[in-house]
């Protein structure tokens, strides 16, 4: 199976992206989908953009994994490059990878930032993506609080 590269234009700079599917387990006996989206603005050689997305998707069944069909927009990555750039991301800089990770607090509207691709012991994602839907279910179409 061959991996499709994208691209995206933000400001004067192109970059090419790719999104891996892929499953994180939860604490219990749970799957949830995990994106690992990679991203490259510098060249094959630059520094290399990378932000392992957690679905919020509450898909029916044991293994939400099995169920989600969930997969990140160009806007997501859009949003990811722009966040990553302001935080301190040079794509222009030889080698290397910066990570987005659960410390800088990042959130899409389809997914979260996970670690625990990379860290078993980081936040549970069942627990996690239950919480974000709570927050969620408790605004109203504006974004403000019922």
């Not at 293994?63 to 750039?85: K, M, N, Q």
């Not at 800088?104 to 389809?110: A, D, M, N, Q, S």
Request: charged residues 25%; aromatic residues 8%; glycine residues 14%.
């Amino acid at each position: 199976m061959r991996t499709r590269l994208r691209t995206l234009r933000v400001g004067e700079r192109t970059y090419t992206w790719r999104a891996t599917i892929g499953q994180v387990a939860g604490d219990g006996v749970d799957w949830h989908r995990c994106v690992r989206v990679r991203v490259w603005g510098g060249g094959k050689n630059g520094r290399a953009l990378e932000a392992d997305l957690l679905s919020k998707a509450m898909s029916v069944g044991w293994t939400p994994a099995a169920t989600d069909g969930s997969y990140p927009e160009p806007a997501d990555v859009r949003f990811l490059i722009e966040r990553a750039l302001a935080l301190g991301w040079d794509p222009g800089v030889l080698g290397g990878t910066f990570r987005l990770t659960e410390e800088y607090g990042v959130e899409l509207p389809g997914f979260l930032l996970t670690d625990r691709v990379r860290d078993p012991s980081a936040r549970d994602p069942s627990a996690w993506v239950i919480q974000a839907n709570d927050r969620r279910e408790g605004m109203d179409a504006g974004g403000s609080e019922l």
